[in-house]
């Protein structure tokens, strides 16, 4: 398996702080979940505390409930409102660099946001998350959630808000698409209450008693499961005191530290588990839709109603459980259209890895290769970042290097490779991807094929020149072409001055009129064995007059035959399809 990479500097600073939180508190971390901390591979992390992000596929959103001043979760370090994916709060004044967050809700009535990572990561190894959060300013409402939902389906928007945190669904307000889990850290206590789909009471989930008011589950964590628009939901136990998120103050207080564990689905009765600063808070039965889904994209919702707290996250850090490294797939493209002779069909070669599988480690080459078939030949490749300096016409070689990890369901450049062949026909081209830690045992769609279809060519041509005469004979020309493997010749071209004709195998008659000079014209095509038919090429023949002999007498008295002048001085050159070489018959 491939060495898990060092931890950085947001993954540095949730160690420390759950360290420390252990420190001062004494708490052991017990249970299964919490051994596997650390042992498997880091798929993401972000810290929020600067003027920008670092993942560019963030989206967010909110409102002010019956204002039309708009609200958008943005970084209390930004001063610029225009920053792109995540805005900067423009604060006056903004916190320092580095000492700022990622602010969902402001401490102000009726206010909602959310943070949505919209890029699928992998499932299949089970998943390790710390973030940190903090609830302050204001007088304890509503609450914020962190959900997963299904990988395969674009994130968008949030759930209902209020008690559902922007998960569940609340009123005429759907719950998020593809839900798979939510995990409400809820100040208020509405979390556990005001979604009770009547689908969660038949399946026997946790339900609150009759009787249970919000108080009765203010500064608890539970944890609810997979749904879609108005069913599912459900909870998956019941609310777990969570003294932590009582940690207040008209500052922002030192951060709450969550560890969300969700056990391989290969584990025999897999759980979910939910740590606060070390402490097992919660554990629960997981989900079998989470169980059975390979992908995930996660978010954060939070709002605020009759009171108020600013709702902030610290960091995130997203590792797997298990150890897992890359995949990398490969698909190959060909022209639609069949190619001209003597043109190149440019392949797209597009590597990606896949997203059920770990990073691509940084600095670790990918290497594209490809053999070019028989009677084809590669032209320079190209791409950007691809280096393709080891190409030969006959194999195809480039490299692909990026200096940080390349996180699952990364599309690297497309690689154009042309393709010439001095044959017409298909031309078939296999190519594969391969990288140090990429996984063997998943290596089947590293290999991609593409097919270039080539249409037959044929040279002009030029017959030369030959005299006229009386009783002339046919002069015959081989073709040059690239036809393969079967060729038919389709030839023509009838005037005054004779006649263009289809010979045999790839040769072309051309028979001027007797007694005729001038230009002799027509055309010449091929067909492959394929069907495939060339565009029509030019065929010439110059016929010279002759003139008819003369006599005279000398002084002697003694006859004299002169021959004829020629029409033109030049002597008669070979006929040629190029320098194809031709025969005079009788």
Same mark, same amino acid.
């Given at each position: 398996?491939?060495?898990?990479?060092?931890?950085?500097?947001?993954?540095?600073?949730?160690?420390?702080?759950?360290? @420390?939180?252990?420190?001062?508190?004494? %708490?052991?971390?017990?249970?299964?979940?919490? @051994? /596997?901390?650390?042992?498997?591979?880091?798929?993401?992390?972000?810290?929020?505390?600067?003027?920008?992000?670092?993942?560019?596929?963030?989206?967010?959103?909110?409102?002010?409930?019956?204002?039309? %001043?708009?609200?958008?979760?943005?970084?209390?370090?930004?001063?610029?409102? /225009?920053?792109?994916?995540?805005?900067?709060?423009?604060?006056?004044?903004?916190?320092?660099?580095?000492?700022?967050?990622?602010?969902?809700?402001?401490?102000?009535?009726?206010?909602?946001?959310?943070?949505?990572?919209? *890029?699928?990561?992998?499932?299949?190894?089970? $998943?390790?998350?710390?973030?940190?959060?903090?609830?302050?300013?204001?007088?304890?409402?509503?609450?914020?959630?962190?959900?997963?939902?299904?990988?395969?389906?674009? $994130?968008?928007?949030?759930?209902?808000?209020?008690?559902?945190?922007?998960?569940?669904?609340?009123?005429?307000?759907?719950?998020?698409?593809?839900?798979?889990?939510?995990?409400?850290?809820?100040?208020?206590?509405?979390?556990?209450?005001?979604?009770?789909?009547?689908?969660?009471?038949?399946?026997?989930?946790?339900?609150?008693?009759?009787?249970?008011?919000?108080?009765?589950?203010?500064? *608890?964590?539970?944890?609810?499961?997979?749904?879609?628009?108005?069913?599912?939901?459900?909870?998956?136990?019941?609310?777990?005191? @969570?003294?932590?998120?009582?940690?207040?103050?008209?500052?922002?207080?030192?951060?709450?530290?969550?560890?969300?564990?969700?056990?391989?689905?290969?584990?025999?009765?897999?759980?979910?588990?939910?740590?606060?600063?070390?402490?097992?808070?919660?554990?629960?039965?997981?989900?079998?839709?989470?169980?059975?889904?390979?992908?995930?994209?996660?978010?954060?919702?939070?709002?605020?109603?009759?009171?108020?707290? *600013? *709702?902030?996250?610290?960091?995130?850090?997203?590792?797997?459980?298990?150890?897992?490294?890359?995949?990398?797939?490969?698909?190959?493209?060909?022209?639609?259209?069949?190619?001209?002779?003597?043109?190149?069909?440019?392949?797209?070669?597009?590597?990606?890895?896949?997203?059920?599988?770990?990073?691509?480690? %940084?600095?670790?080459?990918?290497?594209?290769?490809?053999?070019?078939?028989?009677?084809?030949?590669?032209?320079?490749?190209?791409?950007?970042?691809?280096?393709?300096?080891?190409?030969?016409?006959?194999?195809?070689?480039?490299?692909?290097?990026?200096?940080?990890?390349?996180?699952?369901?990364?599309?690297?450049?497309?690689?154009?490779?042309?393709?010439?062949?001095?044959?017409?026909?298909?031309?078939?081209?296999?190519?594969?991807?391969?990288?140090?830690?990429?996984?063997?045992?998943?290596?089947?769609?590293?290999? @991609?094929?593409?097919?270039?279809?080539?249409?037959?060519?044929?040279?002009?041509?030029?017959?030369?020149?030959?005299?006229?005469?009386?009783?002339?004979?046919?002069?015959?020309?081989? $073709?040059?072409?690239?036809?393969?493997?079967?060729?038919?010749?389709?030839?023509?071209?009838?005037?005054?001055?004779?006649?263009?004709?289809?010979?045999?195998?790839?040769?072309?008659?051309?028979?001027?009129?007797?007694?005729?000079?001038?230009?002799?014209?027509?055309?010449?095509?091929?067909?492959?064995?394929?069907?495939?038919?060339?565009?029509?090429?030019?065929?010439?023949?110059?016929?010279?007059?002759?003139?008819?002999?003369?006599?005279?007498?000398?002084?002697?008295?003694?006859?004299?035959?002169?021959?004829?002048?020629?029409?033109?001085?030049?002597?008669?050159?070979?006929?040629?399809?190029?320098?194809?070489?031709?025969?005079?018959?009788?």
């Amino acid at each position: 398996m491939p060495a898990r990479p060092r931890p950085s500097r947001a993954r540095a600073l949730a160690a420390a702080l759950v360290a @420390a939180v252990l420190v001062v508190l004494g %708490a052991p971390v017990t249970g299964s979940a919490a @051994a /596997a901390e650390g042992t498997g591979t880091l798929l993401l992390e972000d810290a929020f505390r600067g003027t920008t992000v670092e993942d560019p596929t963030y989206r967010v959103g909110g409102a002010r409930d019956g204002s039309p %001043a708009p609200w958008s979760p943005c970084l209390t370090a930004g001063t610029s409102t /225009a920053t792109s994916p995540v805005p900067g709060c423009g604060l006056s004044p903004a916190d320092a660099d580095g000492a700022g967050a990622l602010r969902l809700t402001p401490a102000e009535y009726g206010v909602n946001g959310f943070v949505l990572y919209d *890029h699928p990561l992998p499932l299949r190894a089970g $998943l390790d998350i710390t973030f940190t959060s903090y609830q302050w300013g204001g007088n304890g409402a509503d609450g914020l959630s962190f959900f997963l939902a299904d990988g395969a389906r674009s $994130l968008t928007r949030a759930g209902g808000y209020g008690g559902a945190l922007g998960y569940s669904n609340r009123g005429n307000a759907d719950g998020v698409a593809g839900g798979l889990l939510g995990v409400g850290l809820d100040a208020y206590g509405n979390y556990p209450l005001e979604t009770r789909n009547d689908d969660c009471r038949t399946s026997g989930a946790w339900t609150p008693p009759e009787g249970a008011r919000s108080s009765d589950y203010a500064y *608890h964590v539970s944890v609810r499961g997979d749904g879609e628009g108005k069913r599912g939901y459900c909870m998956l136990g019941a609310p777990a005191d @969570a003294p932590e998120l009582r940690r207040r103050g008209a500052a922002r207080p030192e951060a709450v530290v969550a560890r969300v564990v969700v056990d391989p689905p290969s584990s025999a009765a897999p759980m979910v588990t939910v740590f606060l600063d070390g402490r097992q808070a919660t554990r629960v039965p997981q989900p079998a839709a989470l169980a059975r889904t390979s992908t995930f994209r996660f978010g954060w919702g939070s709002s605020t109603g009759g009171q108020t707290d *600013h *709702h902030e996250i610290g960091m995130i850090s997203v590792s797997s459980v298990d150890p897992m490294g890359p995949d990398l797939a490969l698909t190959a493209t060909s022209p639609t259209e069949p190619v001209a002779s003597g043109a190149a069909a440019p392949l797209a070669l597009t590597a990606r890895v896949r997203s059920v599988s770990g990073p691509l480690p %940084a600095r670790e080459p990918v290497v594209l290769h490809a053999d070019a078939p028989e009677g084809a030949s590669f032209a320079a490749p190209a791409g950007t970042g691809w280096d393709c300096a080891t190409t030969t016409p006959t194999r195809l070689r480039c490299s692909w290097t990026a200096d940080r990890a390349t996180r699952p369901g990364t599309t690297l450049p497309v690689l154009t490779a042309p393709l010439r062949s001095t044959v017409s026909g298909r031309q078939q081209v296999v190519a594969v991807v391969t990288s140090a830690s990429d996984e063997p045992a998943v290596r089947a769609d590293n290999t @991609a094929g593409a097919e270039a279809v080539f249409v037959p060519g044929v040279e002009p041509v030029d017959g030369g020149e030959v005299d006229a005469a009386a009783d002339p004979g046919p002069l015959v020309v081989a $073709l040059r072409t690239d036809a393969r493997p079967q060729v038919v010749v389709k030839a023509g071209g009838t005037s005054r001055t004779g006649d263009v004709r289809p010979g045999t195998g790839t040769e072309v008659v051309l028979t001027p009129a007797p007694r005729t000079s001038g230009l002799l014209r027509g055309t010449v095509a091929v067909v492959d064995g394929d069907g495939r038919r060339s565009p029509q090429a030019p065929v010439v023949l110059v016929v010279r007059p002759v003139a008819p002999p003369v006599s005279g007498s000398t002084r002697s008295g003694e006859e004299v035959v002169l021959p004829a002048p020629s029409a033109r001085s030049a002597p008669a050159r070979s006929a040629t399809s190029s320098s194809a070489p031709a025969t005079r018959r009788p």
